[in-house]
């Protein structure tokens, strides 16, 4: 299980001036996540999890990288 800070971007924005995001926008938005997954790989500096494994053979589907520095919290989940 993993909480991470994802960035987030303004839907459908096309060319725009440093004054619209300074008299437009009141503060960045990010979206907070939680994610669940087999881990599948780990650096300094990213988080690899995996949402699908295949049971017979060490195979992994739908892998997500995380930079560690948007991680808020983790913690480890019994597989049943």
């Given at each position: 299980?993993?909480?991470?800070?994802?960035?987030?971007?303004?839907?459908?924005?096309?060319?725009?001036?440093?004054?619209?995001?300074?008299?437009?926008?009141?503060?960045?938005?990010?979206?907070?996540?939680?994610?669940?997954?087999?881990?599948?790989?780990?650096?300094?500096k990213?988080?690899?999890?995996?949402?699908?494994?295949?049971?017979?053979?060490?195979?992994?589907?739908?892998?997500?990288?995380?930079?560690?520095c948007?991680i808020?919290?983790?913690?480890?989940?019994?597989?049943?």
């Amino acid at each position: 299980y993993v909480e991470w800070v994802d960035s987030y971007g303004i839907r459908n924005q096309t060319w725009t001036t440093k004054r619209f995001h300074q008299d437009e926008i009141d503060e960045p938005a990010s979206m907070l996540r939680a994610s669940v997954g087999w881990v599948v790989h780990e650096t300094a500096k990213s988080l690899v999890i995996a949402g699908d494994r295949q049971i017979a053979g060490d195979s992994f589907a739908g892998t997500l990288t995380i930079p560690k520095c948007a991680i808020i919290k983790r913690r480890w989940v019994k597989q049943p």
